[in-house]
């Protein structure tokens, strides 16, 4: 037993995994009168499938009717509709089009809007071809028609698990980050603790949001009733010049059994992405981009829109999808009593996690009839955006604060201040990328050649560590070393 | 309120320096320098290896050294104000400085004309795409050196650097004073970028391997830099599959050519030169835009800033002059168009007026070649050539056209560098 938390710790609930949706259900979670702690093995939360993703809030009309999936999708995304303003969310609602090329690609179209419409989604449309290029000019001229989606939208996923575990973090809940669970105790069918590289917690509940770990998680408490396989998917992304020539919202080919396709994306920085292609692994830490990859995400690209600027690319990245073998969320009260899965949550698990978060909650609060926090706070800390204020509120920012008058990042105009305020607040940055994440230093085009060292710096302060100790994002992502000779 | 300003000059680097001096020289005012590190001085100050000044300051000096030479010019100078820690945020037409500093916090300044020498940055990993891991333990020069010599911290032990340019040189040799072990030099063109006497006193000297053609085509390691898969590339420079070979590092250094630092520039809406990535100037170095002057590292990258120092006192007596309003207006407007065998040459425009002077141009050579003729021709007449023994596109070649020549041209010009 090591670390701070040898003491033995004890909550009513513990959720395993930092992701979109373990956050989500944290955040949830917090709104009662519960204990609550959050383990993640990664020093940030939105390590894993939640920081390489499609960023996509889907409409719902893809999964099939009755399923888990299809359930959460369409009740995540009117939900994220109410959140958008109160845990102040980046996300535009851009709508979606899936495009169809052919006859039996139209009949498809049909199916899903059917489908949709079983489901629960609001405003599905078929458009002709004219009209889609109408919306989006660059699409290819052999488009036939297109499914419109208007509920759809674009999110930035990092942000919005940052804001749920700032409002978890902020109503009492604890996010212990570099806190790997070794082991789950069951004592007469009833989980008890849970063992971790920190130490053990004692728990009345677990829940297991685990990603693509999430069958080992669950294993480890007894319950062997399913599998996650990591389905990876590559991605490649592009200078904010490029909108003007691809798409400024979402377009899907028509769907196969495994994928929605490799589909043409806006985010909402202003960028574009291209992909993912879909790859069966079993290592669940391969996120490596390859050349074939790349090649395959060009050429379906380009079948949906012709003109894809290669000069503008900025960065290539790999996520895993987090596919179970009952093909839907594994979601819900385990054989072993108090252990709660929230598995296998691969797309559409970023829209469906604040409605996965609520039904998790209800088993909880259903079995426990724990009360709602009477000093409950709603959203989170603001967290002024130094290059979107006017002159005179930038001149009063500096004033308060000195930090915001010195610019850390040049490229995307981000302050000492803000950088600062990434660290400090609830559930702050640890790390590099952590940093960039929450602040964009670093993600412009000189991609930190100028900022990293003083990113670095102001971490080893605020942290109070040595520079050494500095991390860029994974568990010995250690950047920098002591010279030789150099210590004491 | 605000206070005018004969010069404001953004980054106070080597050029801006420079600049600031000759501008004094010249009988400017009230000047300020606006640098966003912490003292002036720019990269210099992270260059400590010797090598600077021989031709600017006749003696052989390290690069603080040289800043310090720059910075004594101008310290007791009562007309120039050097404010450090501060950013420019925007430059506007009618020479409105907005900048931000801790303590004075948003500024506002005026001025008559406007220096810009904000200088360069290095192209990243995501410029070149790299396929594999993204790990840590992947720099560019410039930052891994900063790091080292001002940070005092090394990035690893064992390196392997991409890019024969002159900063990856060095910081081979740098790291091998440090006592790490640089496993290789990667350059993905047949020939290296970097200035020979780099290649000698930092590769060979100590036994560095140089691989021409050679590129990376895999970084190993999920948390930190494991080793790197090496391909040689064919004369388009695509990797030629078979020719694999894996060498173990745990640090990537990437040297892969240096951008003119121009946002401020494009924001501002001067005119920018796509071949040079830095504003189109003239000979005083005076961009699209009256008033607005720009040199160094921000118009064309240099190999050597004592070119930087002298295109930079150009720029600073030019905006003197256009400050007092001494300026002779010009009557022609001649364009200096890079010919055969030349890559880019700066000035692009000669704007020419009765009163005759010397005019220097610098070029760069599209590619490596021996005992060339470099010609300067005007209305198919050849104003001046030159024999060169040898020129390579990483060193610049500077000609000056003498002021009784400059007197007579009333064509544009065409510079070429052919076999002699």
């Known amino acids: ?488 | 309120m605000s206070e005018m300003y004969d010069i404001i000059i953004v980054g106070g680097g080597p050029a801006g320096l420079s600049a600031a001096h000759s501008a004094v020289k010249n009988g400017a005012k009230k000047i300020i320098v606006l640098e966003r590190d912490r003292e002036a001085g720019g990269i210099l100050q992270q260059c400590v290896h010797n090598g600077f000044g021989l031709h600017h300051f006749k003696e052989e000096l390290t690069g603080p050294g040289y800043a310090q030479r720059c910075y004594d010019l101008i310290k007791d100078c009562p007309e120039v104000e050097v404010l450090v820690d501060t950013m420019v945020l925007e430059v506007h037409d009618n020479k409105e400085v907005i900048a931000v500093n801790p303590e004075r916090g948003l500024m506002k300044l005026q001025a008559k004309t406007v220096i810009l020498t904000m200088g360069c940055r290095e192209r990243t990993r995501g410029a070149i795409r790299i396929p594999g891991y993204r790990p840590a333990g992947v720099y560019t020069a410039g930052a891994a050196q900063r790091m080292v010599n001002m940070e005092g911290y090394i990035p690893g032990h064992k390196i392997v650097i991409l890019g024969s340019g002159d900063i990856g040189l060095i910081m081979a040799r740098r790291m091998s004073l440090e006592g790490c072990k640089v496993q290789a030099v990667l350059e993905i063109c047949p020939f290296s970028n970097g200035l020979t006497r780099n290649i000698v006193q930092c590769l060979n000297d100590y036994d560095i391997p140089l691989y021409l053609s050679h590129t990376i085509t895999g970084i190993k390691g999920k948390d930190r830099v494991e080793g790197i898969t090496v391909s040689k590339v064919d004369d388009k420079m695509r990797p030629i599959p078979g020719t694999e070979f894996d060498i173990e590092c745990d640090t990537v250094l990437l040297s892969v050519g240096l951008i003119p630092e121009n946002e401020i520039s494009r924001e501002l809406g001067i005119e920018l030169h796509p071949r040079t990535n830095g504003p189109v100037v003239d000979q005083h170095r005076e961009t699209s835009m009256t008033g607005i002057f720009a040199a160094g590292n921000v118009v064309h990258v240099h190999d050597l800033v004592d070119f930087v120092s002298d295109e930079a006192e150009i720029a600073g007596k030019y905006a003197a002059l256009t400050a007092l309003g001494k300026n002779a207006a010009s009557d022609r407007d001649l364009a200096v168009t890079p010919g055969a065998g030349v890559n880019t040459c700066v000035p692009q425009h000669l704007r020419l007026s009765s009163e005759s002077e010397a005019v220097r141009l610098f070029m760069r050579a599209a590619q490596p070649k021996r005992k060339v003729k470099l010609s300067i021709m005007s209305g198919g007449q050849e104003v001046m050539k030159k024999i060169l023994p040898v020129v390579k596109p990483s060193e610049m070649i500077s000609v000056e056209i003498p002021a009784e020549k400059t007197a007579a041209l009333s064509d544009d010009i065409t510079v070429s560098i052919e076999e002699a």
């Open chain 1, 1 to 488: 037993m090591k670390g701070i938390y040898s003491m033995e710790r004890q909550a009513d609930v513990v959720v395993i995994g930092g992701g979109i949706t373990g956050t989500a259900i944290l955040s949830e979670l917090a709104r009662y009168n519960l204990r609550c702690v959050l383990v993640e093995k990664e020093p940030d939360i939105a390590a894993g499938t939640t920081k390489a993703n499609s960023a996509i809030l889907h409409a719902g009309f893809d999964a099939p009717t009755g399923s888990f999936k299809a359930k959460m999708n369409v009740k995540g995304n009117a939900l994220y509709h109410e959140l958008e303003k109160e845990l102040n969310l980046d996300i535009k609602w851009t709508g979606s089009f899936v495009v169809a090329f052919d006859d039996d690609g139209v009949e498809t179209l049909k199916e899903l809007k059917t489908r949709g419409e079983a489901n629960g989604v609001p405003g599905l449309e078929i458009w002709d071809g004219a009209k889609v290029r109408e919306k989006e000019p660059n699409l290819s001229k052999d488009i036939k028609a297109a499914l419109w989606a208007p509920t759809a939208g674009i999110c930035w996923p990092f942000g919005a698990a940052q804001a749920f575990a700032e409002n978890a973090v902020i109503n009492g809940a604890e996010v212990l980050r570099d806190c790997e669970v070794t082991g789950i105790t069951v004592k007469d069918g009833r989980v008890e603790a849970v063992e971790t590289s920190e130490g053990p917690i004692k728990a009345k509940y677990v829940v297991n949001a685990a990603g693509v770990y999430a069958d080992k998680i669950s294993a480890m408490a007894g319950d062997n009733s399913f599998t996650v396989k990591p389905r990876k998917g590559e991605y490649v992304l592009f200078d904010k010049t490029a909108q003007k020539s691809m798409v400024s919202g979402i377009v899907f080919p028509v769907p196969t059994k495994t994928s929605k396709g490799i589909l043409v994306c806006a985010t909402t920085h202003g960028n574009v992405f291209i992909g993912p292609n879909a790859q069966e692994l079993d290592d669940k830490e391969d996120l490596s981009v390859t050349s074939a990859g790349m090649d395959e995400i060009f050429a379906g690209a380009r079948k949906l829109c012709p003109e894809i600027p290669g000069g503008a690319a900025i960065t290539e990245f790999a996520g895993l999808r987090a596919a179970s073998s009952t093909g839907d969320f594994v979601l819900g009260k385990s054989k072993v009593e108090g252990l709660l899965q929230a598995a296998g949550i691969q797309s559409p698990g970023l829209t469906s996690a604040p409605a996965i978060a609520q039904y998790i909650a209800e088993i909880i609060v259903g079995e426990t009839g724990a009360e709602k926090r009477g000093d409950y706070k709603k959203g989170r800390p603001e967290e002024p955006v130094f290059r979107e204020l006017d002159d005179e509120a930038k001149a009063a920012l500096i004033k308060k604060d000195s930090h915001y008058g010195r610019i850390i990042c040049r490229c995307e105009t981000i302050t000492e201040g803000e950088i600062v305020d990434a660290i400090n607040r609830p559930c702050g940055a640890r790390t590099v990328d952590g940093v960039k994440r929450r602040t964009r230093a670093g993600m412009g085009r000189c991609q930190g050649g100028f900022c990293g060292p003083r990113v670095i710096e102001i971490l080893s302060r605020e942290l109070g560590i040595s520079v050494p100790e500095v991390r860029k994002d994974g568990v010995k992502s250690y950047m920098y070393y002591e010279k030789e000779g150099a210590a004491e």
